[in-house]
């Protein structure tokens, strides 16, 4: 059929190609013809046609021949062909999916830049470019590795790759590009780096990203000082050390490193606002109790009902070393009530509304190390705040009570600075209405670094840090630094070899070789071995009992062990109150904190846990110790549990 079609063909003065071009609209006498029409829809349609492109690409061998060259069929003619198809597709898709990227360079407000979400726009993208996005995922992801992959995913790569093509025809479609810049800028990269990866059309320019970010600055600036208006804060502030380098140097340009301050103001809920006379009631209530010293005894000896909670969230947290190992996630009863959480003490509340904002300050070049700096960053944050006039200064001074945070040092100067000028005239610049309170982070780090020192040993020495860091190949964690993450390695290191000390207590107690053996045991029975580690292996008495023992019946290494036990429950006893928000819990472990730095030669900080203990028990009247309990030692930015 097909031999005597191309013969009636070639009577009448047609070939294959002649006859498919006049059938494709290539005629103007074939355009309308309704038999030329339906012929030609039907091969439009056909299920036939797929096959027939196919082949002309890749054309089969015959029927005998396995080997050798296949026919050159149109495959150069079809690859032109499909590469003008795929611009003219990809370019229609840019044009349409644009509104997806649009974002001019004069829109900085902050809801703009960060309420893009990847998830989604990545969706919208797929749908709106399926064609360029089905080209560059085969780019980016082989066949092979798609079905190897199970993590790797090319998605985040590929939406960057449309956005720089998007940046590329139009600087007004840089939604994602503004995000990235203000990003690497808080990171701190160089002008030059930038101005690489602008050139890459992955950010915007450096010059575009500094005046946004002094844009929004002011903005929030704005902001800031329209929110202390209305709404209770506090401040804390900081030492900073800035290194500024250049690439062309002269005498009057050269790399050199700035010593300033920052500072961040942190506006709380409106529920946190004090009354309006609470600062005249402090003043009053100070001059009447200042003199007066606490009872010493009732820290040393504590109160039966705060050493009957400690208790009990020391034999819960042993309890839980049992219940989070992986030979107990099969236990049939773990969520038992025997297992429940000790009820909090005084757990601040959650969620939305009790979000604390936070604006960052302009940070100033000026050290704060002394008494004279100090001032000047105070007088500095004051004018940044619009509070330097005589009216805000005369309201600071008699309807203000502001709570100033920072680490020891900065507490340690301020309070210096506040009874060095007691005999002032005003109550201003007497600093009448200033509470220092330092902060519960920089505590937290005194007290890992004070295990650091007390049980680093030596590599040889049995139960030494030194020793359990090399077995963990925990590396930098000899030498103690404020500089980078050491003290987050420190954190995970303690928390790590803590719970293999109670793993280990747990199959010592019982006298069995896996904890796997314990899952026969109930519930109460687990409690009550887990109070037996306890007073055993982690508590005061058990290390009186060791102590008691004749001198060659002692166990040195045990009783080392138990002295670790004893003291690193406090630690992640604080770290868990302070994830969690129980200010309760924390004050009860003020008594503690207090032997621990005191006995560990931390001078500073025992003094500043006895500040705060005179300030709990004589110098603050009840409203004002409930806003430092509630308001000033923790800080929730997200409002959820654990924030």
Known sequence: KVLAILSCMRLHGMNLPIFLDALSWGD?????????QYARTSLM???????????????????????GRRPQGAQSQLRAFATTCIIDCIDREMKTSASLFLSPPENLSEEHLTNIDFKKLKSEVKIAMPILWQVLYRASYSPEQEQRNQNKNPDMGILCRISQCQYTRSHRRGRIQKLWAIYFKACGLSARAFDAIHAL?????????????????????EQAKQAIQVSPWHISHDNVNVPLRVFSQRINNQNHFVSGTAATVWILPQRAALPPDANPMLQKFRAM????????????????????????QYIHRILRVLLDSPDFKDYKDLTHSAFDTPPPVCELECGPDNVTQQYILGTCTIEEASYDGTLKVMDEWF?????????????????????WLGDQLTVERLRGLWKYRHADHNSFDRMDYMIPVFGWFHLVMAFANSLHKQYLGTPSGAGGLRQAFDLLKRKGLVSQSTKGPFWHHLDEAIKHISDAHFRTCWLT??????????????PEDLKRLAADIYRQYASRDGMAEMENKPTDERDEVLQQWTMWNCDVLPYLELRDAIKIGDVGRMEDLLPTLLFRFAGGGNSKYAIEILELLQGLYREWPDLVKDYVRKWCWLINRTGKRDG
């Open 201 to 221: 059309g992955l950010t915007m320019s450096h010059k575009w990203t500094s005046n946004a970010i002094g844009i929004l600055s002011e903005r929030a600036m």
């Open 509 to 522: 107690a019982c006298g069995i070789k896996s904890l796997a053996e314990l899952k026969t045991k109930s």
């Open 383 to 403: 004018k940044q705040l619009g509070l330097d006039s005589k009216e805000e200064e005369r309201k600071t001074a008699h309807e203000r009570i502001i709570a």
């Open 28 to 36: 103007p006498g074939c355009h309308s013809d309704r038999t030329i």
């Open 45 to 67: 349609v056909s299920e036939e046609l797929p096959g027939i492109l196919n082949r002309w690409y890749k054309p089969p061998r015959a029927l005998k021949e396995r080997k």
């Open 289 to 312: 109790h200042s003199n007066e010293v606490f009872d010493y005894h009732e820290v040393l000896y504590g109160t039966p009902e705060a050493d009957h909670r400690l208790e009990a």
